[in-house]
């Protein structure tokens, strides 16, 4: 029912920005929180950025000062903007929708995964 849909990953030298986007689609009554995860080759998941409904932004402390993370409600999308992008920043970022869906009587909620999107930091 519902899908997210994440671009903007790729290759990008040390220093360099990236703009990653995802954006929620389906039968969504409320979005309640979206947000970015990334996990790197042999290490755990980790919350990047995320923001809630009413627009506060929280960030991971490796990321803080670096990445900007953002919404655009009419078109349930989350962006991160990541600026001087370091090696250690390599990994897939995932997008992440706590959200209901409204198919037909009462809204039920859970968590969305996207497939994730490979940046890669190197030169």
């Known amino acids: 029912q519902v899908q997210l849909v994440e671009s903007g990953g790729g290759l990008v030298q040390p220093g360099g920005s990236l703009r990653l986007s995802c954006t929620a689609s389906g039968s969504i009554f409320t979005i309640y929180a979206m947000s970015w995860y990334r996990q790197a080759p042999g290490k755990q998941r980790e919350l990047v950025a995320g923001t809630t409904a009413g627009s506060t932004a929280n960030y991971a402390d490796f990321v803080k000062g670096r990445f900007t993370v953002s919404r655009d409600y009419a078109k349930n999308t989350v962006y991160l903007q990541m600026n001087s992008l370091k090696p250690e920043d390599t990994a897939v970022y995932y997008c992440?929708?706590?959200?209901?869906?409204?198919?037909?009587?009462?809204?039920?909620?859970?968590?969305?995964w996207g497939q994730g999107t490979p940046v890669t930091v190197s030169s």
């Open positions: 992440n929708a706590d959200l209901s869906t409204w198919p037909g009587g009462e809204p039920l909620r859970r968590t969305y």
